[in-house]
């Protein structure tokens, strides 16, 4: 999968977490169901692409799972593109279940869990992009260069090391400092980087940072929220 953008698109649940959760993601933990490389965005192979959907409860899952996934049209409305079951076993005790979906078009989705009776349970929404060549002929470099970028987050950074590494963190005085770190292998080949942090609709902080030099293949920056939630 590939990152459609730079802007610090991932989800981390502050606090308390919600009850119900569902995110996309580039992998995931086969025991815990622990969700990694989460993001809005994808690009997609011209013959499509899977994403893994990953959905989480506090409360073990005693009831099947539908996957309801609905596509914004040209009036900007949400209708059905497709409705799919969980493959998940009712009596495994999990409180998490996985759905690989296949996308084959460009739009923007928004994805519901469905439970007993059609209720929904969890939503989350994405935008799905066509892969472009990596670099072109006039040498620019789009966002296909950074597919293997990893973002992570933890309590702090220490010498390039990421301390208290999660995606679940808890307020502290009502209010939580949070470390997020971009690397890859390769040079960032950036200049500047901005981040736009985001709680629903809500947008909680817009910023833009300098780094010094092309030839970093890291930056770390901060971010400070005080709700609990999904960001």
């Not at 949400?78 to 998940?88: C, K, L, M, P």
């Not at 929904?120 to 892969?131: D, F, G, H, R, W």
């Amino acid at each position: 999968m590939k990152k459609l953008t730079l802007l610090l698109f991932a989800l981390f649940a502050i606090s308390i977490a919600q009850a119900q959760s569902v995110v996309l993601c580039g992998d995931y933990d086969k025991i815990t169901g622990i969700a990694s490389e989460v993001f809005e965005a994808w690009e997609i192979d011209a013959t499509g692409s899977n994403v893994y959907t990953v959905y989480s409860q506090e409360k073990k899952i005693k009831d099947a799972l539908t996957l309801r996934l609905e596509k914004q049209n040209e009036s900007g409305l949400y209708e059905v593109f497709g409705t799919y079951a969980f493959n998940n076993d009712v009596k495994s005790a999990q409180t998490w279940a996985m759905f690989d979906l296949f996308f084959t078009e460009e739009g923007k989705y928004r994805v519901n869990i469905l439970g007993k009776g059609d209720a929904v349970l969890a939503s989350t929404n994405t935008s799905i992009a066509l892969a472009e060549a990596a670099v072109s002929d006039t040498g620019y470099v789009d966002t296909y260069y950074y597919e293997n970028s990893v973002l992570a987050f933890g309590e702090s950074v220490d010498k390039e090391i990421l301390i208290g590494e999660s995606t679940v963190f808890t307020l502290e005085n009502g209010t939580r400092k949070i470390s997020a770190k971009l690397e890859q292998d390769e040079d960032l080949l950036l200049t500047k980087l901005y981040v736009t942090v985001t709680l629903g609709e809500e947008v909680i902080s817009d910023d833009a940072y300098d780094i010094p030099s092309k030839d970093w293949n890291y930056v770390t920056v901060p971010i400070t929220v005080d709700k609990a939630g999904s960001y």
